[in-house]
């Protein structure tokens, strides 16, 4: 069973940066996506950022322009560079591998990120 481990979340100020970080713990040898979800307080996880096994990225437009998703795959680990943070963006950000075929999804365990106005 593939376990995806997350790094990077913290307290930030408007306007700064964060760098989340999320590996799996084996190889993925299926075509896959993999990327961000992000839940806030009161509101449905959602799709941030998400890049795919050859490198095509797709995002929230809520983040467009602030965001950039990437991937290792020698690494097995997927990379959210967040800047020009806003307090909106605070939520637990969640970190997927979504596998193609068979359609199965992984999850990580969450990290929580807080903006302060």
């Known amino acids: 069973q593939v376990q995806l481990v997350e790094s990077g979340g913290g307290l930030v100020q408007a306007g700064g940066s964060l760098r989340l970080s999320c590996a799996a713990s084996?190889?993925?040898?299926?075509?896959?996506?993999m990327g961000w979800y992000r839940q806030g307080p009161g509101k449905q996880r959602e799709l941030v950022a998400a890049v795919t096994s050859s490198g095509s990225t797709n995002y929230a437009d809520s983040v467009k322009g602030r965001f950039t998703v990437s991937r290792d795959n020698a690494k097995n680990t997927v990379y959210l560079q967040m800047n020009s943070l806003k307090p909106e963006d605070t939520a637990v950000y969640y970190c997927n591998i979504h596998l193609v075929t068979p359609p199965y999804d992984y999850w990580g365990q969450g990290t929580q990120v807080t903006v302060s106005s």
């Open positions: 084996a190889r993925i040898f299926s075509i896959n996506v």
